[in-house]
């Protein structure tokens, strides 16, 4: 069964911190790895990271996957209150007719002024 | 373009009623996806319709069962509430099924059984 691990399940920083969450993962035939933020309700799209595509960077927002090691990393740096909310990471497997997301628990962060 | 809408928000039900929540995807998108959310096990995977069609369903029991219409426009529905189905409902949408497409989340249904 697929299977995705977020680590740490829960950050304190102050504002202007760096941060760095954690996503491994267990999947067969692997086609993607996916990054959301949800703060109040609907998880909200970051990136998406493929064998050809591993890194990805949006602002003071950066995630890459390691294939090899079966893992990606979300980097948040000179954070800002507005940052807080819970950050999912989620694989799909094989897709088509059987397709299917499987997400991690997620990381809330709180970031504190 | 409008985003994903869930109605209702807000569901206060009691054990053993059945409910049914509604989703309409964004304009064009023929594939809804949709998830509960719970502390304790992270958002899981219910099922996804593509063109009025179940493509896949989760691991959730019979109770859980849902639709797709004409429209795009996705029912899910609960029979014989338990206090465990308690739960944050989330619908995606995307343009293409199977992953193909990244999905745009709804704002959810929070639903209490009491």
């Keep these: 069964e ?18 760095t969450l954690n996503c491994s993962y267990e999947v067969t035939n692997f086609r993607s790895l996916l990054w959301y933020k949800q703060e109040k309700k609907a998880p909200t799209f970051l990136f998406m990271l493929t064998s050809s595509g591993i890194e990805k960077k949006s602002g003071r927002l950066s995630s ?17 209150t507005g940052d807080s909310a819970i950050y999912l990471c989620a694989v799909p497997n094989s897709g088509g007719s059987n397709y299917k997301l499987t997400f991690g628990k997620g990381t809330l962060l709180t970031v504190n002024p | 373009k409008a985003g994903v809408t869930q109605t209702p928000r807000y569901l206060i039900k009691t ?11 964004i304009s ?15 958002l899981q995977f219910l099922f996804e319709y593509f063109s009025e069609t179940q493509r896949n ?22 029979s014989t509430l338990e206090l465990g189905d ?13 992953g193909e497409g990244t999905q745009y989340f709804g704002p959810g249904t929070r639903l209490t059984v009491l």
């Design chain 2, 28 to 42: 064009g998108h023929r594939s809804v996806s949709w998830y509960q959310q719970t502390p304790g096990q992270g």
């Design chain 1, 64 to 80: 890459i996957l390691d294939k090899k090691e079966l893992s990606s990393i979300l980097n948040i740096t000179a954070t800002q």
């Design chain 2, 86 to 98: 308690s739960a944050l409902y989330l619908c995606a949408s995307s343009l293409m099924a199977g």
């Design chain 2, 57 to 78: 369903k989760g691991n959730f029991p019979g109770r859980f069962s849902g639709r797709q219409f004409s429209n795009s426009r996705s029912e899910m529905n609960v």
């Design chain 1, 2 to 19: 697929d299977k995705v691990v977020q680590s740490p399940l829960s950050l304190v920083v102050h504002e202007g911190d760096t941060v």
């Design chain 2, 15 to 25: 054990r053993g009623q059945q409910v049914t929540l509604s989703c309409s995807p």
